[in-house]
């Protein structure tokens, strides 16, 4: 069986990708997180001033995942590298490579692109993280994920 095929989206693949970030949203038992819509994914990510890109996996003529990502940049490096938000798969095109065709098709673009990197952050619980690990990913411990959002990223912007 071959694998499935990896393409950049289009503005014409807007559907399927907020279809497809509510499969991820409902796997991660988030589904009422997802506040995004087609008019948002279609004006940053195709619109004047692209603010992510797409790529969509392809079986049998279906889309069965997708990555979505964007630019990073490294003072360090004095390179960008790319962000991987979004890596999902479909639960029945799981044996099929997608996963993997996503994440190859990401690192030819990095390489491509002369980006020194290539990151993703994944849930501690995700089965996933064995995948990444396989692929070549390491965890990097020393580094710890924070966020602002909401009501007190409102209150810091406020500040005098």
Known sequence: MPEPSVRLATADDVPTILRL???LAAFED????????EADLLMDGF???????CLIAEHAGKAV???LFFHSYSTFEGRTGLYLEDLFVLEDARK???GR????ALAQLALERDCARLELSVLDWNPARGFYQKLGFQHNEEWLPYRIKGQALENLASEA
């Not at 619109?47 to 890109?53: K, L």
């Not at 065709?101 to 190859?104: A, D, E, P, Q």
């Open 65 to 67: 995942g997708f990555a």
């Open 47 to 53: 619109g004047a001033q692209p603010r992510f890109e």
């Open 96 to 98: 099929l490579g997608a």
């Open 30 to 37: 988030l589904g009422d997180q997802v506040k995004a819509t």
């Open 21 to 23: 970030i509510k499969g």
């Open 101 to 104: 065709g996503l994440i190859r």
